[in-house]
């Protein structure tokens, strides 16, 4: 039996990805070869984008197989790409014994596909390829070189210099095929050129194939560039003239043809004797109906099967998919409401027992229904990364500093919707990372560091969230110049107590930057309040953490997904909220007396730790409904941000599906949408990372 590697999951789910892009590349690989063989078969001119086509599938599959490690994939799919590279360019002929060799490529891949993760099949496809390879290698063949096909031609010879190899082929291949060869000029005032071009080239481009969109030597004055567009086609120039209705263009013939568009043009770049149809029974030595060595399938007979089992689909139909899920939860809440009322009456309480077991399994099967929902909706924030990363080379290039990026936890997972949202925040924090942070190569050598400074990107999942630091060992945030710039701006008052939390805080005010200068990448006073926007809207918080001369780290805090969550029902004066469960820390019963004031905030002692507390009903502007001196306090928190809650009484746990809500009191801060329990009752979902950013920096009176 076969030895598989022992893989993580993280390798496995990698595996799995690229056994599905690739698959699709294979694919439309085999579609396109089909073509090409009917093409060459029937000995007339084969389509150059056909081929085009093929060479860049063969380029991308060999990108991707080199991104994932697979160097077989990778071997074979360079030289497949250097056959279908001289296909284009005419360095081989479309009749050479390489182009068949393609087929048996192309089914190779699928068995080095349905290999991965098979140590020893990998190996034993591996040792095909080299075979293979070699085969391709010894049947690569160039075309003679042609001498004074050009010649004929009433062309500048400047223009004819000026092309480029693919250009030339294109050109040679259609002169050999007999077809007119056309050249269109025409002048352009300098501001709008691109405009006029465009318009030229639109009103040809179906007339023929454009080889060549180049400058041209002409009469033009200085405020004017001319353009000389080579055409190859079956009209004359009268023709093609005829439908070019731009004013001062010319059409002129450089090369008459031999063919008429009624007639079968030879086929491009094949030898007469080379051109009559292939029979469908027949087989040539080395063409891909002969059986290999390799003991590879015959073309006609593979299996068909996909190998990965991934389908694509839109974002659009798992959401409408996580609506429908959603419904099923609030009518579950409401059947288990009907089960409690039938089992409390004498009865129809053996009924609602029966009703129970029932509920019970529906239950059961309902939550399996949502946790594979959810799975589904779930990517890596490798995507992320991806983006970040690019950005980064060309900010490193533009702001000439030596930058090592650094990722770790690309695998961890995140909802969609959330790591679509996700990247411009990330991509402020790491902007300003290498704009304010990073110092200049002379300062960090002078402070004693390494020349190379590092920007780190690490996510990890804490619980039912997910955390992604950013960390730089740059300067750090200096403290006294954040809190200057806060007096300056009105925020800060002169004497008032800030603790350093409170005082790196004040990033995330809008206006307020440590930049001197502002550039095109910073200082503007500009992002980071719309980091904390961004985030507070995805149920996130944002952290921030700074020494002095050693660097900084911004954390931001992230529910896994705002599709279906757990939620602790509260309730504060005349009106219940949900709270999500994924924020919940604790809840407690406290006394009146238990309640501490200072600087107008009232603070609860919580084992040692003050904890500041926030009373929801006058939060809201709403009467306390508890008459007692008993309350409820649930600690909600993220990261390292805690506040409390005072509430009048608990109701229980329930699954909420969160719902936006239309309307004016979509802008109170606070509430971030709506949702149904069991009594089809509306309920407020209460907005935690809204009640987390507000309450460090929180100074008027409770």
Do not use: W
């Amino acid at each position: 039996m076969a030895k598989r590697r022992t893989r993580s999951r993280a390798g496995r789910k990698a595996d799995q990805e690229f056994v599905s892009e690739a698959e699709e590349i294979l694919e439309r690989m085999r579609l396109d070869l089909a073509d090409l063989s009917e093409q060459r078969a029937a000995g007339g001119n084969v389509e150059p984008e056909l081929v085009n086509r093929l060479f860049r599938s063969a380029h991308s599959l060999k990108g991707l197989a080199g991104l994932f490690g697979f160097e077989p994939v990778t071997d074979l799919a360079h030289h497949v790409e250097d056959v279908l590279d001289g296909l284009r360019l005419g360095r081989i002929d479309m009749q050479s014994p390489a182009v068949a060799l393609i087929d048996r490529a192309v089914a190779l891949f699928g068995t080095l596909l349905a290999a991965v993760g098979d140590t020893e099949a990998m190996e034993a496809a591996g040792a095909r390829v080299l075979e293979l390879v070699q085969e391709i290698d010894a049947a690569k063949q160039a075309p003679a070189e042609p001498v004074g096909e050009f010649d004929t031609l009433d062309i500048d010879p400047s223009l004819l210099r000026a092309l480029t190899e693919y250009e030339e082929h294109r050109l040679r291949e259609n002169v050999r095929g007999g077809r007119h060869i056309l050249l269109a000029e025409a002048s352009f005032p300098l501001t709008s050129f691109d405009d006029g071009l465009s318009e030229l080239s639109g009103s040809i481009r179906d007339l023929g194939e454009v080889l060549s969109t180049l400058p041209a030597p002409g009469d033009a004055c200085q405020s004017e560039i001319r353009f000389s567009l080579l055409l190859a086609t079956e009209l004359t120039a009268e023709e093609v003239a005829a439908h070019v209705e731009l004013p001062g263009a010319t059409v002129r013939s450089v090369l008459a043809g031999t063919s008429t568009p009624a007639a079968a043009a030879p086929g491009a770049g094949v030898p007469e004797q080379a051109s009559a149809p292939v029979k469908a029974d027949s087989a040539a030595p080395g063409t891909s109906e002969t059986t290999p060595a390799g003991g590879e399938a015959h073309a006609g007979v593979e299996s068909l099967k996909s190998i990965s089992g991934t389908v694509r689909v839109d974002i659009r139909k798992l959401d409408e998919l996580m609506n429908l899920v959603g419904e099923l939860v609030i009518q579950r809440g409401a059947l288990g409401d009907l089960v409690s009322r039938l089992m409390r009456e004498a009865a129809t309480a053996r009924a609602g027992r029966d009703f129970a077991k029932v509920h019970k399994a529906l239950d059961r099967k309902l939550r399996e229904l949502q946790s594979a929902v959810l799975e589904v909706r779930m990517v890596p924030l490798r995507q992320v990364f991806e983006k970040v990363s690019r950005v980064v080379r060309r900010l490193r290039l533009d702001l000439q500093k030596d930058v090592r990026f650094e990722l770790r936890g690309a695998d961890t997972e995140l909802d969609k919707l959330i790591v679509e949202d996700l990247v411009d925040p990330l991509m402020h924090i790491v902007r300003n990372a290498l704009d304010h942070a990073i110092e200049p190569l002379e300062e960090r050598v002078a402070a004693g560091k390494d020349p190379e400074g590092c920007i780190q990107i690490e996510a990890f999942q804490r619980g039912n969230h997910v955390v992604i630091a950013v960390s730089d060992d740059g300067r750090g945030i200096d403290l006294d110049a954040l809190r200057a710039k806060g007096e300056a701006c009105g925020i800060v008052a002169p004497n008032e107590s800030l603790s350093d939390r409170e005082v790196l805080d004040l990033i995330f005010v809008p206006g307020v930057s440590t930049k001197t200068e502002v550039t095109e990448t910073s200082g503007r006073g500009v992002g980071m309040d719309v980091v904390r926007h961004n985030l507070t809207r995805l149920g996130g918080v944002v952290e921030v953490d700074s020494t002095p001369g050693r660097g900084a780290t911004i954390s931001m805090t992230l529910p896994i997904t705002l599709a279906i969550v757990q939620s602790l029902i509260v309730v504060a004066g005349d009106q219940r909220f949900a709270i999500p469960l994924t924020a919940v820390h604790e809840t407690l019963q406290i006394e009146s007396s238990d309640v501490q004031r200072s600087e107008d905030r009232e603070l609860l002692n919580l084992r040692g730790t003050p904890l500041l507390l926030r009373n929801l009903a006058r939060e809201f502007d709403m009467p306390a409904e508890r008459a007692d001196s008993r309350s409820f306090v649930v600690v909600i928190g993220m990261g390292d941000a805690r506040v409390g809650l005072q509430v009048d009484r608990l109701d229980g746990q329930q699954d909420t599906v969160i719902k936006p809500i239309q309307g004016p009191i979509q802008a109170i801060r606070g509430i971030a949408g709506a949702t149904e329990l069991g009594d089809q009752d509306p309920v407020l979902v209460l907005d935690v990372s809204a009640f987390l950013s507000d309450g460090p920096a929180r100074r008027e009176a409770a």
